[in-house]
């Protein structure tokens, strides 16, 4: 789904139009409520979902592939599972880079291949709202910047789910750029005390490639650009200007013309994000520098052992 996040959904607090809005949410949760049915749970393979409740960019896919790299050095068989949008293939190149990919059209028809293949693990890059799936472990990811916004639910504001559906869930990831996360973490054992959180930062990997000395125009079409500027300028890299664009944008050539062109006017190179970058064709590409980065966990041996025990 393309779209541009409205202002007031990260506002602290509720404003007018959020209000004004609550009757749309409080059907939509009664419409979600009426729609619970028994999920299907399988024996046969394990299955992790890593998903979120906040509306786009807190670091689900990142989050898939280091809980992959985790496995794999546990000696489990994983491979990815993804819904298969039209509008994702960034996320679906990303995910196929770093380990098996099934894709398709329904969750459980792309299960179904990961357990022909013999798949010990599938884990799930999004899915943690689907109601025919239940799974063997739940993640909820949050992006400390965002947290849950102004705190209501669609349309009102940028929740799939009440904060207290954190309940029915076994851990949660914040992630970011190194903010401090004890108010939160008080939030969350408010509502499930024994709920395990971990905290995690997005590291680059990609610095030696990049010329830190040099202007950037900086562009990006992701759930939340904010938290992308923060860690570039985390980085030191010197901003002129930022373009955002609706979250998993379609560039047009015009487009990329475009954002070249305001660069070269401001004597400014190009980056963007990796996502972004895999969006675009070869010939949009050239000129175009993108950021590669990874989730480093504060405590990974803690979350071996945790992935360990619950598998």
């Given at each position: 789904?393309?779209?541009?996040?409205?202002?007031?959904?990260?506002?602290?607090?509720?404003?007018?139009?959020?209000?004004?809005?609550?009757?749309?949410?409080?059907?939509?949760?009664?419409?979600?409520?009426?729609?619970?049915?028994?999920?299907?749970?399988?024996?046969?393979?394990?299955?992790?979902?890593?998903?979120?409740?906040?509306?786009?960019?807190?670091?689900?896919?990142?989050?898939?592939?280091?809980?992959?790299?985790?496995?794999?050095?546990?000696?489990?068989?994983?491979?990815?599972?993804?819904?298969?949008?039209?509008?994702?293939?960034?996320?679906?190149?990303?995910?196929?880079?770093?380990?098996?990919?099934?894709?398709?059209?329904?969750?459980?028809?792309?299960?179904?291949?990961?357990?022909?293949?013999?798949?010990?693990?599938?884990?799930?890059?999004?899915?943690?709202?689907?109601?025919?799936?239940?799974?063997?472990?739940?993640?909820?990811?949050?992006?400390?910047?965002s947290w849950i916004g102004n705190g209501l639910c669609l349309p009102s504001g940028p929740l799939r789910e009440n904060l207290s559906s954190l309940k029915k869930y076994d851990a949660v990831f914040l992630n970011g750029n190194g903010?401090?996360?004890?108010?939160?973490?008080?939030?969350?054992?408010?509502?499930?005390?024994?709920l395990k959180v971990f905290e995690a930062q997005y590291i680059p990997l990609n610095l030696e490639k990049l010329d830190l000395n040099q202007n950037y125009l900086v562009f990006s079409g992701i759930g939340n650009p904010d938290s992308?500027?923060?860690?570039?300028?985390?980085?030191?890299?010197?901003?002129?200007?930022?373009?955002?664009?609706?979250?998993?944008?379609?560039?047009?050539?015009?487009?990329?013309?475009?954002?070249?062109?305001?660069?070269?006017?401001?004597?400014?190179?190009?980056?963007?994000?990796?996502?972004?970058?895999?969006?675009?064709?070869?010939?949009?590409?050239?000129?175009?520098?993108?950021?590669?980065?990874?989730?480093?966990?504060?405590?990974?041996?803690?979350?071996?052992?945790?992935?360990?025990?619950?598998?």
């Open positions: 789904m393309k779209f541009k996040k409205p202002n007031f959904w990260d506002y602290k607090k509720p404003n007018i139009i959020a209000y004004l809005l609550l009757p749309l949410s409080y059907m939509l949760n009664f419409i979600n409520f009426l729609n619970i049915k028994k999920k299907i749970k399988t024996q046969s393979i394990k299955t992790i979902c890593v998903g979120n409740i906040y509306v786009g960019g807190t670091g689900k896919t990142p989050l898939a592939i280091k809980i992959n790299q985790i496995l794999n050095n546990l000696n489990f068989k994983t491979a990815f599972i993804k819904k298969d949008y039209y509008d994702q293939m960034d996320e679906q190149k990303i995910l196929s880079v770093n380990g098996q990919l099934f894709c398709e059209k329904n969750r459980i028809d792309a299960l179904k291949k990961a357990i022909n293949k013999n798949i010990d693990v599938a884990i799930f890059d999004d899915g943690l709202q689907d109601k025919e799936l239940s799974y063997a472990l739940t993640i909820v990811c949050f992006n400390i910047q903010e401090e996360v004890l108010t939160i973490q008080n939030i969350i054992r408010n509502i499930k005390p024994n992308f500027i923060k860690t570039l300028k985390k980085y030191n890299f010197k901003i002129l200007k930022t373009l955002n664009f609706p979250d998993h944008y379609k560039y047009s050539d015009q487009d990329i013309v475009k954002i070249k062109e305001t660069a070269k006017n401001l004597n400014a190179k190009v980056i963007t994000t990796e996502k972004d970058y895999n969006r675009l064709n070869k010939l949009n590409s050239e000129g175009i520098s993108y950021l590669e980065v990874e989730l480093k966990v504060i405590n990974e041996k803690e979350l071996t052992n945790f992935l360990n025990r619950k598998l």
